[in-house]
């Protein structure tokens, strides 16, 4: 997700975010409902809902959602290492 979210154009980052909340009438955006769904991953599903995609540029979400990613790997790898 992390290097895909790197790579994929700003068109379609605003069609999972900005598109998303309207075609799924649901207020949230794409990438939030596969984390969740798909993967379990609650707190960053919720952390990337909780951006306001009207104070941000499409660059500036995108950064914003690879910030939050990062941070939430780097959080599991530090508890893994702990558990080890």
Same mark, same amino acid.
């Given at each position: 997700f992390? /290097? =895909? /979210?790197?790579k994929v154009s700003i068109h379609s980052l605003y069609h999972h975010i900005f598109e =998303? #909340?309207?075609?799924?009438e649901r207020g949230t955006n794409d990438f939030s409902r596969w984390l969740e769904s798909q993967l379990g991953a609650t707190k960053l599903s919720k952390a990337? =809902?909780?951006?306001?995609?009207?104070?941000h540029t499409l660059e500036g979400l995108r950064s914003k959602i690879v910030s939050l990613v990062e941070? #939430?790997?780097n959080f599991l790898k530090k508890e893994e290492s702990h558990a080890s």
């Open positions: 992390l /290097v =895909a /979210v790197k =998303a #909340r309207l075609r799924l990337i =809902a909780k951006l306001d995609p009207y104070t941070n #939430r790997l």
